[in-house]
């Protein structure tokens, strides 16, 4: 039985929207369906992109985390940076191999380009132990020129080599005698990606596929071949045909549909971050058992500890006494029951500036250690301006997950309740803060949350 590889590059779509906490729970998805390669794109924003990659590398254990480089020697460094904390790294090198492609988008001859890509798989195998060479108009190349790109980028130290049908030009059995013709004249293992653009691509995979092929590039939506369709073909026909994948089949549509509602709803610019599709089923009441409780919480993302567990629960039965409980109120149960820490960081006092004609300001004096420190920073509006002036006090940035107000008494005077979750080393933590004034209460949140990180990591 042949393993077939499966590396998903549903976050290396064109012009994509998703928000930067849409990209990881879609990463989250496709670690849980144990797809064996994530690819992101090449690093253009080093604080954000980079910040981006470490957080998926928190907890994408079991799958390869490959980001693009390949356009200059800086992309193969920040794809290097950004994959330091990664259990399995790769470096994808990206470059065209067609006469148009190379003049068109490197400016190089042939010659020149065969040069380029020995020298940046050679970089690139430099910073981490595993290189891809991919072909990006491999279809469209000169097929002795192919070969010897092929050849030149394993010596170099390449150790997976993937050529591409990026215009979608080759009908499937076309394609198929195209890959196998490379592997018998190049001796190296060929991974595929192949354009849907007539919606062959799923035919052309699995045709390359029975030629040979040893990993195919999937997505959910996006212009190549489906991820679901491709696991749903190897799932009902491997047997037969003597081939497998490692991704679990029966989460597979399920995520699927996950990953097809978040990016339905980029699309449409509807915001995904509150409570996602799959915490939205989350109802819970007092006749739920601890284990449905803590199995929730484990859907919201927390990893308690027995102690927290049983503190959790019962503030659980507490408030279900009282009201149904869905995935907010389960938020705030967490926040206010979980991980309850001496206060590192205590808030002195607050003053914010803030109006529809200057830009936001805050400044935070906080306590710790019996000295007070202080910030003041601007920011897009005052709750981020006092998260920003909190964060240059401490000294560290903590990725935001998730932010919540809701009022909990009615009236003018109206208690506001805020939920901050906070992630750190790919564990969240959630800080609950109550008060009149809603500012108050994130600020009181945020504090709450990065007290318990900061007391769990040793820092204080």
């Not at 915001?271 to 799959?278: H, Q």
Request: hydrophobic share 40%.
């Amino acid at each position: 039985m042949k393993n077939i590889k499966i590396a998903d590059t549903t976050l290396c779509r064109e012009n994509n929207s998703f928000s930067f906490k849409e990209k990881i729970e879609i990463a989250r998805q496709l670690e849980k369906l144990s797809v064996d390669i994530i690819e992101l794109p090449e690093i253009e924003n080093t604080r954000t992109d980079v910040l981006l990659v470490r957080t998926i590398s928190a907890f994408v254990k079991n799958g390869t985390i490959s980001v693009g480089a390949g356009t200059s020697k800086k992309s193969i460094d920040d794809a290097a940076e950004a994959l330091s904390a990664a259990s399995n790294a790769s470096i994808r090198i990206e470059l065209p191999v067609s006469p148009v492609g190379m003049e068109y988008n490197c400016h190089k001859k042939p010659a020149k380009m065969l040069e380029w890509i020995k020298e940046t798989v050679k970089l690139a195998k430099e910073k981490v132990s595993d290189v891809e060479f991919c072909a990006t108009d491999a279809t469209r190349a000169e097929t002795e020129f192919l070969y010897e790109a092929i050849k030149g980028a394993t010596q170099a130290g390449a150790d997976k080599i993937t050529v591409c049908d990026s215009a979608g030009s080759m009908l499937p059995d076309d394609f198929a005698k195209f890959v196998k013709d490379i592997i018998d004249n190049t001796g190296v293992p060929i991974g595929i990606k192949c354009n849907d653009k007539t919606g062959l691509a799923a035919a052309q995979a699995i045709l390359a596929v029975r030629c040979g092929a040893s990993c195919v590039k999937c997505a959910v939506g996006g212009d190549t071949v489906s991820l679901d369709t491709m696991g749903s073909i190897i799932k009902e026909y491997g047997i037969d045909y003597g081939i497998s994948s490692g991704i679990k089949y029966t989460e597979l549509h399920r995520i699927v549909n996950q990953i097809n509602w978040i990016t339905d709803n980029a699309k449409n610019d509807r915001s995904t971050v509150t409570v996602s599709a799959e915490f939205e089923g989350i109802r819970l009441d007092k006749s739920d058992s601890e284990e449905t409780v803590l199995a929730a919480v484990s859907q919201l993302g927390y990893d308690l500890s027995q102690e927290d567990s049983v503190k959790v629960y019962e503030e659980f039965l507490r408030v279900a006494s009282k009201k149904n409980v869905g995935a907010k109120e389960l938020d705030a149960i967490v926040a206010s029951a979980a991980l309850q820490v001496p206060s590192a960081y205590k808030l002195k006092s607050y003053i914010i500036n803030n109006g529809n004609i200057i830009t936001a300001s805050a400044h935070i004096a906080l306590e710790h250690d019996g000295e007070i420190v202080e910030g003041i920073e601007l920011g897009d509006g005052p709750i981020d301006a006092s998260f920003i002036a909190i964060d240059k006090i401490i000294g560290a940035h903590y990725e935001l997950d998730d932010f919540q107000i809701q009022a909990v008494t009615e009236g003018k005077e109206a208690m506001g309740s805020a939920v901050v979750k906070l992630r750190s080393g790919g564990k969240l933590y959630s800080g609950n803060g109550i008060s009149t004034d809603i500012i108050g209460a994130s600020i009181r949140a945020y504090l709450n949350a990065i007290n318990k990180i900061v007391y769990e990591e040793g820092q204080v």
